[in-house]
């Protein structure tokens, strides 16, 4: 295959809210009910954990002990990268350091984050370059890769994100294209989408900055294949690109079980990649 799979702790999320798993457990499960060896947290189920070294350690022990990899963090409810005031800008890329910290830690590559910002999109796109530059001085330093993820708003405007992109000039940033995540505008839920960026056209604009890809699924139908993306259309615009990193499963549906989920999601990558081969 052209790319390697990796589990995003997403897909657990309801689990992990009920308290039917910790994220302590992620990687063990990931590796001994999926055979899946490359994982990615998110920040919110380990949140008060970041300067804990002893929980770090105890969460890189097990990920040895499984013979789990680290892949990333995605970073949410830390500040707004692109918010248009300076000093509440600052102050979110500050509050990022702590994880850029643990995902060196961890031994991750990358952290993901958001581009969020209030404003016109010209402004919100200017405040966001400079704040995705001052955290990569940061996470630079210590050897870990940015990653923005189109996540709702101006940011699953393909091209936007593409704009963002080159406007941050910058080899340590790029984008985690969400190959679901295309709502520009939407009401009460995320569910409720009232806008839709045409997500075809949105991955081949992003896809020459990824750097990491997360593989989002909803539904099924009967032959196992994904109701909202045409997976076949979707990893040929990947490949074409020359994309050769991991690819994320994040199962974010209702109509299945968690674990059900994300092995079709595998099962449909791998099916879509056998048959581009």
């Not at 997403?10 to 009920?18: A, I, N, T, V, Y």
């Not at 958001?114 to 001052?134: I, R, T, Y």
Request: negative net charge.
């Amino acid at each position: 295959m052209f790319f390697e799979i990796s589990l995003a702790e997403w897909s657990f999320h309801r689990q992990l809210e009920e308290g039917k798993l910790t994220n302590l457990d992620f990687p063990a499960k990931a590796k001994n009910e999926f055979d899946i060896s490359a994982v990615e947290y998110v920040n919110t189920f380990f949140k008060n954990k970041a300067n804990d070294t002893a929980y770090l350690s105890e969460l890189l022990q097990r990920c040895k002990d499984n013979g789990v990899q680290n892949h990333l963090i995605m970073i949410d409810n830390e500040g707004a990268l692109a918010d248009l005031d300076d000093k509440k800008r600052n102050v979110a890329v500050e509050n990022h350091y702590k994880w850029i910290d643990t995902a060196k830690y961890l031994g991750c590559t990358m952290v993901r984050v958001n581009a969020f910002g209030e404003g016109s999109p010209e402004d919100v796109q200017k405040a966001g370059a400079d704040g995705l530059n001052k955290l990569s001085e940061y996470a630079e330093k210590i050897g870990i890769q940015i990653t923005v993820e189109n996540h709702g708003g101006l940011t699953s405007n393909g091209e936007w994100l593409a704009g963002l992109m080159k406007l941050t000039n910058n080899k340590n940033v790029g984008t985690l294209p969400d190959l679901g995540n295309f709502c520009i505008r939407w009401e009460g839920s995320w569910s409720n989408c009232k806008e839709m960026y045409d997500r075809y056209k949105g991955v081949a604009e992003i896809i020459p900055y990824a750097k990491g890809i997360s593989a989002k699924t909803i539904d099924f139908d009967a032959n196992g294949n994904c109701m909202e993306t045409d997976y076949a259309r979707m990893m040929k615009i990947i490949k074409d690109s020359g994309f050769k990193s991991y690819m994320g499963i994040e199962y974010g549906g209702e109509h299945l079980s968690e674990d059900e989920g994300v092995r079709k999601t595998k099962e449909l990558l791998l099916k879509t990649a056998a048959g581009m081969s």
